[in-house]
């Protein structure tokens, strides 16, 4: 009796420890597993494609040019007497700008003039003497006695004389041929020069356009009268209207187009500048960039079908540096992925992150 009470009392402890620990462990069991992702499903991103007004611009730098321009030469040799320009000066149409010493040539000017009158005098003095025989004579003869009696009486080289320094003496004096803004002034006062040396530019500051390249692939959608803007080098931004384009494309595969500067505040020809051309708004179907891949140089999309990534391959149109238009390969109402599409093959297996 006293056995049995003995090993009841020893059991009991171990009974009830081992009671503690399958609780605990039942505890342990029913707590409810945390869900892992397997490693050969990819979360990703979808889009449902929709047709969208798609904003597009053509960019192109070119140089900015005056329309009126002009570089002014001098026609006779000599000292500059008078020299009003220089640079940046704004000149009105026949303002006198430079004058060369014209005291030799008017000198020369009033003796032809001395030579010719006298001449002249000789002349009519011939023609009275002859005024009875050349009554009967006709017309055409008449005119061949006038015309032989002016050279051999000096008449006709006085007056070529004449008209040749009245030519001279015009050139003497340079006048702006247009109102603009003088540049590239290369003389001043007393500068001797030689004829056919370039003495200023003159050029209009407000009549500036821009010159700028395109590819021939985006000369259809230019159109005389499109929206553009113009940033400098500077950082300056203007506005400016598409004015002319040239159907011819160079060696390069370039199409020329003209631009018209609306607001010319601080700009000069030879400036550089970037003009972006805005193309009518559209609808179409486009992705974003990050939807595109490309697999052995083709563009692809993949689009999702039951947890399915599906590839696609897709023609692409014009890109404005967010979006890219689809033209081929691509529906209304698709649900594209846009996100960790690198790494995708088709009929991956993928999980959409809502």
Known sequence: MLRLLLAGIVLMPLLSMSCRNASADQKHTASPKQYVEPDNITAVKVLVLHKALFSYYIESSGKIKAKQKETIHAEQSGPLRLCNVWNNKMLDAG????????????????????????????????????????ESKSQQIRDTVYHKLKANTGLTNAELTLKELTLELEKMTIRAPFKGIAADVKVQQGSTVRAGDELFTIYTAADLYLEANILESDFSMIKAGQ????????????????????????????????????????????????????????????????????????????????????????????????????????????????????????????????
């Open 95 to 134: 303002e006198t700008v430079i004058a060369f010493d014209q005291r030799a040539i008017s000198l020369r000017r009033e003796r032809a003039t001395e030579e010719h009158f006298n001449a002249a005098i000789n002349y009519k003095s011939e023609l009275l003497n002859q005024a009875s025989l050349l």
């Open 227 to 354: 929206p553009a803007t113009l940033q400098t080098v500077s950082g300056s931004r203007h506005n400016a209207v598409v004015t002319e384009t040239n159907p011819i494309v160079d060696d390069n595969g370039m199409m020329l187009v003209k631009l018209r500067i609306i607001d010319h505040r601080s700009l000069v020809p030879g400036m550089n500048a970037m003009a972006k051309m805005a193309i009518p708004l559209q609808q179409v179907l486009a992705v974003p960039k990050e939807a595109v891949v490309m697999r052995s140089g083709k563009a692809v999309v993949f689009t999702v079908q039951q947890n399915q990534a599906k590839w696609q391959y897709v023609k692409t149109g014009r890109d404005n540096g967010t979006s890219i238009e689809i033209t081929e390969g691509l529906k209304d109402g698709d649900s594209i992925i846009i996100s960790n599409n690198v790494q995708l093959t088709h009929n991956s297996t993928v999980s959409i992150i809502r």
